[in-house]
C-alpha cells in the first residue's frame, strides 16, 4: 500500500466490505451475519481514521468524516432488524457504500472525485429505497427519487463542467486561487452546482421529492434520506462555494440567503399540514435545511466572532441526532408488518411506552429548538451569526430581517414538533404499539436522545471539534507534483482563536468585543485547553 | 481530623443528601423509618458544625485568620461585557467580569450559625418522630427537614450575594412547602402563598440591591464588595444599597410592614414554626444584616432606618401579642418583636454581635416555647385556643417545667439565657443613646418598654394553660397526658440550653470573642465606640430584670386568682380602643386587603378578561396564519413527479437568471 492512499484507507476499508458484502451475499444469504460484518467494517474505519491523525479537530474534511461514520453506526443499528425478505446483504452493502461516499465528498480534492463520491451517496440510495418495502407506494417513491436526483446529478455535473471551463482546472485548490477567464462561466458554475446541491439537501424549490418519497419508504430510508445526502450536498456547498470560490461571485449570499427563507418558511408551513409522521418530518428536513442555508449564508460573507461553518455543521449534527433518533423511536415501535405511520398511532405513547415516549420527546424539543437541548445551541448559533455578519449596512440589515423571519419560523415549526409531543403525553392512548421494531432501533433512538441531552447540557466539545477557523489547512505535500490526484487536505498548524485587529491591545481577555457567541465559544475553548 | 474545608461542606451537603435519600426512599422502603437518614445527617452535621468551631478558634489561637474557604465549582465567568473605555476615559464601575464561583466560606460568624442551626433542627427532628408519627406524609415531612436545612446552612456559608440569593430563595420554598405541608387545608395553602407572595415583596428589594451592588461595587463577592465599602462612604448608592438589603431582610424576618405572613405561617405543623418559623430562617435576615455590616457601617442612615424599623416591629408584635388567644400566635408575634429587637441591635451597629448572641438564645428558648406549644397540642388533640386549656400543670410534668423556663428566659430573668442577650442588646442601645440621642434615645426607651410587654405576654398563656381550673377540650379524648419521650428528650435539653447558655457565653466571653473575629466585623474596630462605664452594664441588666419581674407580677396578680380584674382591664383599655386595636392585630391585614389585595385583583381580572377575549384572539389569529399559507401553497405538492422536475428547472432558470442579469 502506498504512502498516499494511507489517509484513504477508512473509506477504502467501507467499499470492500460493501463489494464483499454484495458479492457474498448472493451466495450466502444468512441475514444476521452481514450486519455484523458491517458493523465491523464501520469500526474498522473508525479505528484507521483515528489512527491516521488522532485527535485533531477543527478540519471540516474530518469532522464530516467523523460525523459519517458515527451517522452510519447510528443507521445502520436503526436498520438492523433483519427484512422479512432477502435483502439483508444488499441494505447493508449500500448502507456502507453511502457513509464511504459521504465521507469522500468531505476531503475530495477534485470536482471529478467530487461527483463520483456524490454519486456514490445518489446511487446505493437508490437501491434503498427498493429494498425497504415491497408495495406500490414503495416503487413510486423510488422511482420519483430516481428521476429526480438523476436530473439534479446532471445539472450539477453540468455546473462543475462550467467550473473547469472558467478556472481551466478540476482542482479545488486551483480553482480557489485561479482567476477565472470567463466571469460568467463562473456564475453559471455556481448558479448550478448550487441547484443541483439544493436537491441534496432539499431546499425549496428542489425539494418536492422529499415528502413523497419519505412518505412511500421505510423509517430506516427515511433516517438516512434526511441526513446522509444532506450532510453530503452542505459539506460539497461548503468545500465550493465558501472554501473554493469565495471570490467569484460576491452576492452569492444573497442567493442564499433568500433561498433559506424561501425554504425555511415554505416548510414549516406545509408541516402544519401533515398527518404522516415521516412526511412531516420531511417538510422538517426540508425547514431544517432553511436554517443551515442561513448558517451557510453568514458563511459566506466576513462574520467576525460568529463562525457560519460552524454554526452550520453543529447545527446538521444536532438535526441529525434528533432526526435519526425520531426515526429510530418509530421504527422501534413497530413492526415488521405493522408499522406505525400516522402521528395519531403516537397517541397517549406517554402511558403505554413511558420510555421510547420520553427518547422522540426529547428528539423534537431539540428540533423546535428548546433549550437546553442541542437543538438549541444549533439555532443560537445560526441566528446570532446571522445578527453579527460583518457586512455592509445594507447586507447586515438583510441578514437581520432572516434572523427575524427564521425565529418566527422556529416559533411555527415548534406548533408541529409540539404536536407530536401532546399526542404522546395528552391525548388518550387508542392501542398499544407493539414495540417489536429490535433492539438496534432502540439503542439508536436511546442514543441519539443521549447526544442530544448530552450536547444540550454540554455543547461545548461539539462546538470546538466544529470550529472550523482555528485552522489553516494547507494541502498534504505528497503527490503535489504529481498534478491532479486524490488528496486529502491535512491540518497543520494550530492556533488560538484571535481577536479582530480592531480590538487587539492590551490583555486580549479584556479587549476583545464580547458577544455571546464569542464568549461561549473562547470559555469552551480555554475550558477544553486546561 | 478532617479539615475545616471538609467539614464546611459536609454541614450543608449530609442534610441534602439525607433529604434526597429520604424523598427517594420514604414512600416505598422506609415509610415509617423516614427520619432515620435525617436525624443521622443532623447530627453528624451538628458534630461537623462543633468541630468546625474549634478549628477556627485553634486558628484564631494561633493568630491566624479564621475563615475556611471551599470553592465547589465556578458558576457564571462571563469576561467583561464592553468594551474597554475610551483612552482617557474614567473607567466607569461595574464592568468588570462577571465571575460567580459556588464556593463556601466558613468564618466565625457562619460557624455559630452552624452550629445554632444544626443543633436546634436535630432537636426538631427528634421532637418531630414523635409529633409527626402516622402522618400521611411522614416522608415528605422529613425530605423537606433535610432539604431546609442543606438551604439554611448553605445560606449562611455562602461566599457571594448570588448564592446567598440562591439559598435565601432555597429557605423560602422550603417555608412555603412546610407552611403548606397540610395542603389540602385551605388555610394551610392560603398561608403559604401568603409567605411566598410577601417574602417575594422583599425579595424583589434584595434583587434590586444585588443588582446596584454590582453596577456600584462590579463585585458580588463578599470580600471583594466589603473591601471596598469604605470608598463609597457617604455615597447615596450605598445606602440606598443598605436599604434594599434591609428591605429584603425584612421579608424574611418578618419586620414590620411585611410580617403578616409570620403569623398565618404556624398553620405549618409546630415542628416546623419551631425550627423555620421562629429558630432559624426567620433569622437569615438578621443574618443578612449582620454580614453586611461593612456596608451599613458605613450608611448611618440606613443604621437609623435598621434601628427605627426593627424597634417599631418590637413594639408592635409586642402588643399584638398581649391580646391573642392562639398560643401559636402569640408565640409568632413574639417572634415579630424578638426579631425587631435584633435588628435594634443590628441597627445600633456596635450591637451586631449582641443581636447575633440574642440569634442564638433566642432560637434556643423559642424553640422550646413552640416545641412545648406543639407537646401541649398534641396532648389537647390540636387544640391550642389558651381560653380551652387549663391546669396542665400536673398532667404535663416535663411540658410544664420546660415551657416555665423557656419564658423566663424569654421574659429575661436573671440568670436564664434570653437575660444576658437581652441586656447585651440594651446596653449598645444605651451606649449609642448616650452618645447620639435623639432617634436611639426613643428607641431605647421603647425597647424598655418591651421588656413589659414581653414578661405579660410570655407569662399569661403559660398562667391560663398550667394553672387555674382543669380544662381539657374534648378533642383531646382521654389523650391529655405527658408527650413521649422522643418528643419531651428534645424539651429538656432546649430547656437546658435556654437555662445555661447564656450565662454561659456571658461569662467564658466566647461568643463575643469568637464572633469579634469575623472579618464583617473588622470595621467596627476602626469606629471609636462610645465610652460606657461597665457599672451601666449592671445598673442596665437589674433594671431590666427589675422590668421583667414587675411584668410577671402583674400577669400573676392578674390571671393566677380567678376574678374580674381581667375583665376590667380590658375593658378600661378599650376606652381607647387599645384593646381591639391589638386584638386585630392594628388591622394591618385587613388594612393590606382593602387598599393592595383588592385594587390589584381587580387588575389582575381585567387583565384577564383581556388577555382571553382581546389578547389571545389575536394571537390565535396570527397563529391561523402560517397554516392558511401552507393551505394556499399545498396544491403544487400534487404528487406528479413531471411537475416537480419542471419546479426544479425553473428553479434553476430563476438562479441562472439571477446570476447573470
Known sequence: MTAELRPLLPEIVLIVAAVAIYIGGAFLPARGTWRWIAAGALIAATVLLWNHNPNASGDLARYVRWFALAAGGLLLSLGAKPLRFDGTPEYVGSLLLTVAGLMLAAGAEDIILLFISLELISIPTYVLLYLGRNDAAAQESAAKYFFLGVLSSAILLYGFSFLYGATGSSELSAISTASPSFAVFARLALALIFAGLCFKTAAVPFHFYAPDVYQGTTHA???????????????????????????????????????????????????????????????????????????????????????????????????????????????????????????????????????????????????????????FWGKLLVFGGALNVEAPASARWWFAVAAVVAVLNAAVAAAYYLRIVAAMYFRIPLATPPADGGRGAWFAAVACAAVVVGAGFYPGPLMRAGDFRQRQTPRLDVGAERGPSILFRQEKTTATPTCPTAWSGGDEKSSCPNTLAYCLRRRLYYRGRQ | MLSAKTLLILVPALPLAAAAVAAALGPRVLRGRSHLPVVAALAASFIAAVLLVYQLQERIDLEEKPVATATLWSWFDAPRSMPPPAEGSVETPGRGDFNVSVSLRADPLTAVMFAMVACVSLLVAIYSIGYMRGDAGYWRFFAYTGLFVFAMTALVAADNFILLYVFWELVGLCSYLLIG?????????????????????????????????????????????????????GDWRLTAICLLLFCGACGKSAQFPLHVWLPDAMEGPTPVSALIHAATMVTAGVYLVARCTPLFAEAPDAQIVVAAVGGLTALLGAVVAITQTDLKRILAYSTISHLGYMFVAAGALYGVAAGVFHLITHAFFKALLFLGAGSIMHAAGGVIDIRRLGGLRRRMPVTFWAYLIGCLSIAGVAPFSGFWSKEAILFELHGRSFAEGGVYLLLFLSTLL?????????????????????????????????????????????????????????????????????????????????????????????????????????????????????????????????????????????????????????IARLAAWLDRRVIDSAVDAVGRAPALIGAAVRPVQNGLVQLYALVMVLGVLVLLGIMLL
Open chain 1, 221 to 375: 430510508n427515511a433516517a438516512l434520506l434526511s441526513v446522509v445526502p444532506k450532510a453530503a450536498g452542505f459539506v460539497v456547498m461548503a468545500r465550493i462555494l465558501v472554501q473554493a470560490a469565495p471570490g467569484m461571485e460576491p452576492y452569492s449570499w444573497a442567493i442564499v440567503l433568500a433561498a433559506a427563507l424561501l425554504t425555511m418558511t415554505f416548510g414549516n408551513v406545509m408541516a402544519l399540514w401533515q398527518d404522516d409522521f415521516r412526511r412531516l418530518l420531511a417538510y422538517s428536513s426540508i425547514a431544517q435545511a432553511g436554517y443551515m442555508l442561513l448558517a451557510l449564508a453568514v458563511a459566506l460573507v466576513p462574520s467576525g466572532e460568529w463562525d457560519g461553518l460552524g454554526a452550520l455543521w453543529f447545527y446538521l449534527t444536532t438535526y441529525a441526532a434528533a432526526t435519526i433518533g425520531a426515526f429510530a423511536a418509530m421504527e422501534r415501535l413497530g413492526r415488521e408488518d405493522h408499522r406505525l405511520d400516522a402521528i395519531d398511532d403516537l397517541a397517549g405513547l406517554g402511558r403505554t411506552r413511558p420510555a421510547t415516549a420520553a427518547a422522540m420527546a426529547v428528539c423534537m424539543f431539540s428540533l423546535a429548538g428548546i433549550p437546553p437541548l442541542a437543538g
Open chain 2, 181 to 233: 405541608f397540610w395542603h389540602e387545608r385551605p388555610a394551610a395553602a392560603t398561608a403559604a402563598k401568603k409567605a411566598f407572595l410577601v417574602n417575594r415583596i422583599g425579595d424583589t428589594g434584595f434583587a434590586l440591591g444585588i443588582f446596584l451592588i454590582w453596577t456600584t461595587f462590579g463585585t458580588l463577592d463578599f470580600e471583594g464588595v466589603f473591601s471596598q465599602a469604605r470608598e463609597h462612604a
Open chain 2, 450 to 602: 418591651g421588656v413589659v410587654l414581653i414578661a405579660f405576654y410570655a407569662f399569661r398563656p403559660f398562667f391560663t394553660v398550667f394553672f387555674g381550673e382543669e380544662k381539657i377540650p374534648p378533642e383531646a379524648g382521654d389523650h391529655m397526658h405527658e408527650s413521649p419521650p422522643s418528643m419531651t428528650a428534645p424539651l429538656v435539653v432546649l430547656a437546658f440550653g435556654s437555662l445555661a447558655i447564656g450565662g454561659y457565653f456571658e461569662w467564658t466571653h466566647g461568643l463575643a470573642d469568637f464572633l469579634s473575629h469575623t472579618p464583617s466585623f473588622d470595621c467596627l474596630k476602626r469606629l471609636d465606640r462610645p465610652e460606657i462605664a461597665a457599672a451601666d452594664k449592671w445598673r442596665i441588666g437589674l433594671f431590666g430584670s427589675a422590668l421583667s419581674i414587675a411584668g410577671i407580677a402583674v400577669v400573676a396578680a392578674l390571671y393566677l386568682r380567678p376574678g374580674k380584674a381581667v375583665e376590667r382591664l380590658t375593658r378600661a383599655m378599650n376606652v381607647f380602643g387599645l384593646y381591639s386595636l391589638s386584638y386585630g392585630k392594628f388591622f394591618i391585614d385587613p388594612l393590606y386587603d382593602a387598599l393592595l389585595v383588592r385594587p390589584l385583583l381587580g
